[in-house]
């Protein structure tokens, strides 16, 4: 039989003397803990769901490595890739490689009677995965992009929407300034779409891969580059090392020197800044397990000042000094539970109420997003429950030697 155990039960159970003290102390204690770590559960999820957002935005514009021509890191002017079957073929076939499409780009302007915008023209093929702008999509429909034909029909931001007073089904025109001529298009706004990118909303349109190729003097088979989509983002690293062997430095058909980057490397600014917000997490952590801490730590220490003459009888009768401090440590551990119990169910129910409501907004100039996104990590949950219990239970271990400094002979007086 656990005494110590047995006996914290019991102390625990009691509810005794509704005017003792040791009642609204615990009541403090558990409200500590639990708002600690709702806190935590609200901060990790909050986070997390930002770190994913934003990555996950970033990759639906360019995938998670891209392939290139090594030369336009040299010159500002468009240097393209030949990328034939075989290429396709070695890229579709490396390990952790999903999916892959085909990308042009050209400079343009957009001009309309009242006004005019220089934006950057994506060209993308059949293969293109248009989920993430579907997703993202607010009215009109994708376009059916093509590599042997154009329909001159274009999506655009809803920045570029505003700013030129378009709408869907409505006509503009595009002038492309070459070397030694301007080219004129007429373009049908097919759709228009909203990511709160700013980056890539405020310039960036799609259209044919065809068009921009014709655009730029480019046979069918070049492009720009090439996006690939990982299967485990977790595993980039080891999809990369593989493009690293296998494609940089290697040429493409017409001898053009190709190189592999990862989207951490092309973006740097952006997880740079994400980075920063592992920073503010610990500190938060740290300054909750610090109140769920010396809450618990006070409320112990005037649980035994309460149960002095309990603890003069039970030295009394013999037991050790080790056997009331584990009964005490028992004792905390019922109330840091109950108090993880209602955090639990605090933090939890919050990030739950904001995933269906997003009653919490954002400025989308700022933060990306409108709404705060969260996303609940169960294990990680189950881990911050686990490192609240032994933060909390190891800051307790010092109070309780506390109770090896009371006589029994002088509790028997103590009032």
């Given at each position: 039989?656990?005494?110590?155990?047995?006996?914290?039960?019991?102390?625990?159970?009691?509810?005794?003397?509704?005017?003792?003290?040791?009642?609204?102390?615990?009541?403090?204690?558990?409200?500590?803990?639990?708002?600690?770590?709702?806190?935590?559960?609200?901060?990790?999820?909050?986070?997390?769901?930002?770190?994913?957002?934003?990555?996950?935005?970033?990759?639906?514009?360019?995938?998670?490595?891209?392939?290139?021509?090594?030369?336009?890191?040299?010159?500002?002017?468009?240097?393209?890739?030949?990328?034939?079957?075989?290429?396709?073929?070695?890229?579709?076939?490396?390990?952790?490689?999903?999916?892959?499409?085909?990308?042009?780009?050209?400079?343009?302007?957009?001009?309309?009677?009242?006004?005019?915008?220089?934006?950057?023209?994506k060209g993308v093929g059949p293969e293109f995965d248009a989920s993430f702008l579907?997703?993202?999509?607010?009215?009109?429909?994708?376009?059916?992009?093509?590599?042997?034909?154009?329909?001159?029909?274009?999506?655009?931001?809803?920045?570029?929407?505003?700013?030129?007073?378009?709408?869907?089904?409505?006509?503009?025109?595009?002038?492309?300034?070459?070397?030694?001529?301007?080219?004129?298009?007429?373009?049908?706004?097919?759709?228009?779409?909203?990511?709160?990118?700013?980056?890539?909303?405020?310039?960036?349109?799609?259209?044919?891969?065809?068009?921009?190729?014709?655009?730029?003097?480019?046979?069918?088979?070049?492009?720009?580059g090439v996006e690939i989509t990982v299967k485990d983002l977790s595993q980039i690293?080891?999809?990369?090392?593989?493009?690293?062997?296998?494609?940089?430095?290697?040429n493409d058909g017409h001898g053009n020197t190709l190189i592999s980057q990862t989207?951490?490397?092309?973006?740097?600014?952006?997880?740079?800044?994400?980075?920063?917000?592992?920073?503010?997490?610990?500190?938060?952590?740290?300054?909750?397990?610090?109140?769920?801490?010396?809450?618990?730590?006070?409320?112990?220490?005037?649980?035994?000042?309460?149960?002095?003459?309990?603890?003069?009888?039970?030295?009394?009768?013999?037991?050790?000094?080790?056997?009331?401090?584990?009964?005490?440590?028992?004792?905390?551990?019922?109330?840091?539970?109950?108090?993880?119990?209602?955090?639990?169910?605090?933090?939890?129910?919050?990030?739950?109420?904001?995933?269906?409501?997003?009653?919490?907004?954002?400025?989308?100039?700022?933060?990306?997003?409108?709404?705060?996104?969260?996303?609940?990590?169960?294990?990680?949950?189950?881990?911050?429950?686990?490192?609240?219990?032994?933060?909390?239970?190891?800051?307790?271990?010092?109070?309780?030697?506390?109770?090896?400094?009371?006589?029994?002979?002088?509790?028997?007086?103590?009032?």
């Amino acid at each position: 039989m656990n005494l110590p155990l047995f006996i914290a039960k019991r102390i625990y159970s009691d509810q005794g003397d509704k005017r003792k003290v040791s009642r609204p102390v615990i009541r403090i204690a558990i409200a500590g803990v639990a708002i600690g770590l709702a806190v935590m559960i609200i901060t990790v999820s909050v986070v997390l769901g930002f770190k994913h957002t934003i990555r996950d935005k970033v990759a639906g514009f360019g995938g998670h490595i891209q392939v290139s021509n090594l030369l336009k890191y040299n010159d500002s002017d468009p240097y393209s890739i030949v990328v034939n079957d075989s290429l396709m073929q070695v890229m579709r076939h490396l390990p952790g490689t999903k999916h892959i499409q085909r990308y042009s780009y050209v400079q343009g302007l957009l001009k309309t009677d009242d006004d005019f915008l220089g934006v950057i023209f994506k060209g993308v093929g059949p293969e293109f995965d248009a989920s993430f702008l579907k997703d993202n999509l607010l009215s009109g429909t994708i376009p059916e992009f093509s590599d042997s034909i154009s329909k001159y029909q274009l999506l655009v931001s809803k920045m570029i929407a505003d700013k030129m007073k378009l709408k869907t089904d409505d006509q503009v025109y595009a002038y492309f300034i070459g070397d030694e001529n301007v080219k004129t298009r007429k373009y049908t706004i097919a759709g228009i779409y909203q990511t709160n990118m700013t980056r890539f909303d405020e310039s960036l349109c799609f259209t044919d891969i065809y068009a921009v190729n014709r655009l730029n003097g480019w046979d069918k088979d070049h492009c720009t580059g090439v996006e690939i989509t990982v299967k485990d983002l977790s595993q980039i690293d080891f999809t990369f090392d593989e493009f690293i062997s296998q494609i940089n430095r290697s040429n493409d058909g017409h001898g053009n020197t190709l190189i592999s980057q990862t989207i951490y490397e092309l973006y740097p600014n952006v997880f740079t800044w994400l980075e920063l917000l592992d920073m503010n997490v610990w500190i938060i952590l740290v300054l909750m397990v610090c109140v769920a801490g010396f809450t618990m730590i006070s409320g112990l220490l005037i649980i035994i000042l309460e149960r002095t003459q309990m603890i003069g009888i039970l030295k009394a009768l013999g037991s050790r000094n080790k056997t009331i401090r584990h009964t005490f440590l028992w004792f905390s551990v019922f109330i840091i539970g109950q108090g993880m119990l209602w955090g639990n169910i605090l933090g939890i129910g919050i990030v739950i109420l904001q995933q269906y409501t997003g009653f919490v907004t954002l400025d989308p100039q700022v933060y990306y997003v409108s709404k705060a996104p969260v996303e609940l990590n169960l294990p990680l949950v189950l881990v911050l429950d686990l490192f609240t219990l032994l933060a909390c239970v190891f800051v307790l271990i010092l109070p309780s030697f506390l109770v090896s400094h009371i006589h029994p002979a002088k509790s028997m007086r103590y009032e």
